[in-house]
């Protein structure tokens, strides 16, 4: 019985992982087809071809989308960590009333839909002058992204011992000493998670950049593709490579901090 029910285990992660890799493959087939190639999206390419990659480069300008998606998704990340971090640390430490309050209400704000401020927003972007500037979706990405990271900071931070912040008063540090010099480096697993969640998030955004970068000189990758699938024309797969390419450098970042990820979404969300 045990053997059965191992086996149903193993089946079920099998069929778990081929439902989530069905996306990759049909990404896959339609950026190595040619637009000529008219056989189904679900079969590999009878001649594989780059073209659709050159293609959505030079016609993209994917080079200068993806420096700006650089700077929109670092900017963005440094300061969710920074403020998310310092926020989260007095949550945890000093559950008064007030720091109750605060800490609910910013949970709170996750289910708020970005969509459904969208108008009132764009009008006061308009009315700051931030359109087609960096510091208006950076800005707006730390706003909407502060919330999911208070609540993994703080759940994380109420594991975290307090005998350490009490060493390290009894040692002349402040507080703002003993979170930089002692907490924040205990953070490493959370800020892992933090780093790979939100930079997925503002990397792959399309619906404030859509609006608020709006010149091709500033916009990203997800706008810069959308060209390809218009009124007037539909370069599918142009779009799939251009897709392949935008997702290398979250992928490399996500290679790099995995680690630490399932360890800061474990701990994180058990305390939070």
Known sequence: ?????????????????AFHLI????????????SEETTSKWRFP????????ANAWEQAHLARALGNNLII???????VVLIGALASYPLARFQTKWNQFVYM??????????????????????????????WAVIMTQVTFSLPMTIFLFT??????PRELDEAGLIDGSSRIGIFFRIIMPLLKPITSTVIILIGLQVWND????????QKPSVQTIPVALS???????????????????????????????????IKGMADGAIKG
């Open 155 to 160: 759940g994380f931070i109420n594991t975290v």
């Open 1 to 17: 019985m045990k053997n059965i029910s191992r086996v149903m285990k193993y089946v079920c992660l099998v069929l778990i992982g």
């Open 23 to 34: 996306p990759f493959y049909i990404l896959f087939n339609m950026a190595f087809k040619s």
């Open 105 to 134: 209400l910013s949970i709170s704000c996750l289910i708020v839909p970005a969509l459904t401020i969208l108008v009132p927003l764009y009008k006061f972007i308009v009315d700051l002058g931030g359109i087609n500037t960096y």
């Open 206 to 213: 399309y619906q404030f950049s859509i609006f608020f970068l």
């Open 227 to 261: 060209q390809f699938i218009s009124q007037f024309q539909n370069q599918v797969n142009w779009v799939a490579a251009g897709c392949f390419i935008g997702m290398l450098p979250m992928t490399v970042v996500y290679l790099f901090l995995q680690k630490y990820f």
């Open 73 to 79: 998704t670092f900017f963005a990340v440094l300061l």
């Open 46 to 53: 009878v001649r594989a071809t780059w073209d659709n990659f």
